[in-house]
Structure formats: structure tokens, C-alpha cells
T-cell receptor
Framework: RKEVEQDPGPFNVPEGATVAFNCTYS??????FFWYRQDCRKEPKLLMS???SGNEDGRFTAQLNRASQYISLLIRDSKLSDSATYLC???????????FGDGTTLTVKP | EAGVTQFPSHSVIEKGQTVTLRCDPI?????LYWYRRVMGKEIKFLLH????????ESGMPNNRFLAERTGGTYSTLKVQPAELEDSGVYFC?????????????FGPGTRLLVL
């Protein structure tokens, strides 16, 4: 079993839709959680960190459930520019190593 | 401020040859990481430098891979001899501090194809 598992996707949604991605992690020692965005043939870029209380950044909301070892990302009012692969990333306390999920691909259509 | 840079952007070599990838982290970042993504797989950690020291090399696949960071600035990752399964995208990342919550900034990657 992979340490970080994501929805396989792909997700194809119309502009303006709300879409949610799920991620689960297996290592209970994991302490830090992130969503990265990766455009085609580009490097991963940090979208947002995920905090225990949940956090929001504009149209993006991230949630963490430590008991279920589950992370989510909600995108509201999808834009064409949101089309990308979204990577769930997990890190243990004071460890540099990041563990990535396979990524979920989102395509927003007009 | 310049981001993480990597050279070359692409490399095509034959099996058995040697390739050296270079990474220049963001200036002032003591922490440097190598990751790679092979076809159809997730991005995987290779190793982590703090300045010139290897902090964690648990992800290095075998002894054909050698990473160095002399002087604690740029890093090189050498693959010798290259095998077909080494093909993929090699990403370098850097961070200022070491901490689970610290942002790691990624370079554009080197696309390696071993024929």
C-alpha cells in the first residue's frame, strides 16, 4: 500500500463547478501536510499548507482529519486556469523528506 | 529573487553512459533535496543535504547514484552507469530551514531519457 493515496481522477468539470479531492496517508507519524499544484511539464508549486483546524485561501479550502488520516482540498467556482495536477504531500516532524501521492488531474472546461 | 535552477533541462544518453545533473538552490537555502519521478509513478524522495552534509539518503536507489554538495552551495547528482529504468524527471528542491512545515521550492527538473 502506498504511503499517500489520492483519488485517481481525472476530474473533468465545467467552469464554476465545485470539486473536491481526497487524500489519505498511512504513516501516523506524519505531521505536516500540503497541497501542491503541478502544471504539465512544470515543477510542483506549493498551493497551500493544511492545518489541523482547516484553512482557506480564496476559492481553496483544505481540511485535515488526523483521526482518519485524511486530507481534502475543495475548489469552489473553478476557473480554466485551475486545470492542473494536484499533489497531496505529507512530511514527518522535522524531516525534510516529502512523500507524494500520485496526483489527481483536474481539467476545467468552458 | 532567483528560484531553484537545474541543468540540463533535458538529457538523452545511452545505457551505460554517465550523466551528471546540477542543481542550484535558492541563495541562502541550507537545505537541498533531490526527488525523481519515473514514468507512471509518484514523485519520490532521493536525498536531503543540510549544507554540505547528507542528512538523509534513504531514497537513493542504488550505488550507481552519487550526490554531492561540495561547499554547501550547488549540488550534483551523477548516475554511472545509467540504466533504462533511470529515465524520468529529476527535481531538485530547497528550503531555508529544516522543519516539517517549511516550504520546499522546486526547480523545473531535468528530464532524463536513457536509451
Amino acid at each position: 500500500r502506498k504511503e499517500v493515496e489520492q483519488d485517481p481522477g481525472p476530474f473533468n468539470v465545467p467552469e464554476g463547478a465545485t470539486v473536491a479531492f481526497n487524500c489519505t496517508y498511512s504513516n501516523s507519524a506524519s505531521q505536516s501536510f500540503f497541497w501542491y499544484r503541478q502544471d504539465c511539464r512544470k515543477e510542483p508549486k506549493l498551493l497551500m499548507s493544511v492545518y489541523s483546524s482547516g484553512n482557506e485561501d480564496g476559492r481553496f479550502t483544505a481540511q485535515l482529519n488526523r483521526a482518519s488520516q485524511y486530507i481534502s482540498l475543495l475548489i469552489r467556482d473553478s476557473k480554466l486556469s485551475d486545470s492542473a495536477t494536484y499533489l497531496c504531500v505529507v512530511r514527518r516532524t522535522n524531516a525534510g523528506k516529502s512523500t507524494f501521492g500520485d496526483g489527481t488531474t483536474l481539467t476545467v472546461k468552458p | 529573487e532567483a528560484g531553484v535552477t537545474q541543468f540540463p533541462s533535458h538529457s538523452v544518453i545511452e545505457k551505460g553512459q554517465t550523466v551528471t545533473l546540477r542543481c542550484d538552490p535558492i541563495s541562502g537555502h541550507d537545505n537541498l533535496y533531490w526527488y525523481r519521478r519515473v514514468m507512471g509513478k509518484e514523485i519520490k524522495f532521493l536525498l536531503h543535504f543540510v549544507k554540505e552534509s547528507k542528512q538523509d539518503e534513504s531514497g537513493m536507489p542504488n550505488n550507481r547514484f552519487l550526490a554531492e554538495r561540495t561547499g554547501g552551495t550547488y549540488s550534483t547528482l551523477k548516475v554511472q552507469p545509467a540504466e533504462l529504468e533511470d529515465s524520468g524527471v529529476y527535481f531538485c528542491a530547497s528550503s531555508q530551514e529544516l522543519g516539517a512545515g517549511e516550504t520546499q521550492y522546486f526547480g523545473p527538473g531535468t528530464r532524463l531519457l536513457v536509451l
